[in-house]
């Protein structure tokens, strides 16, 4: 199953999560957000690297690690790239912020 967390034996859930305070996050939309080779990253490596690195496409960790360390110069707490699904990543999140698992 596509987007979901589970085994067809133990069953599928989704984890909705709330904040408790504001938070400032770093929004990336349409093409910058797509996760794929053609230059479509270019936006983030641009601020996370102040260089296009299209041989670091894949390394999902490093990227947001390096978008942290820049977010932290300006006071960003997280980073959400809306492509074809929503991904929403908090930076320093054990040591800065309390997040709450919202049960429905």
Known sequence: MLFCSGTVETGCWHATFAVTRPMKV???DGSSAANIPEGTMDT????????????LVDNEAQRIQDLCKWGLKYGV???VRMEMNLCASTCLAIHFLTIDLVKS
Request: hydrophobic residues 45%.
């Open 44 to 55: 983030q490596d641009l601020v996370a690297w102040s260089e296009m690195r299209p041989e």
């Open 77 to 79: 707490n997280g980073l």
């Open 26 to 28: 770093l929004y990336f």
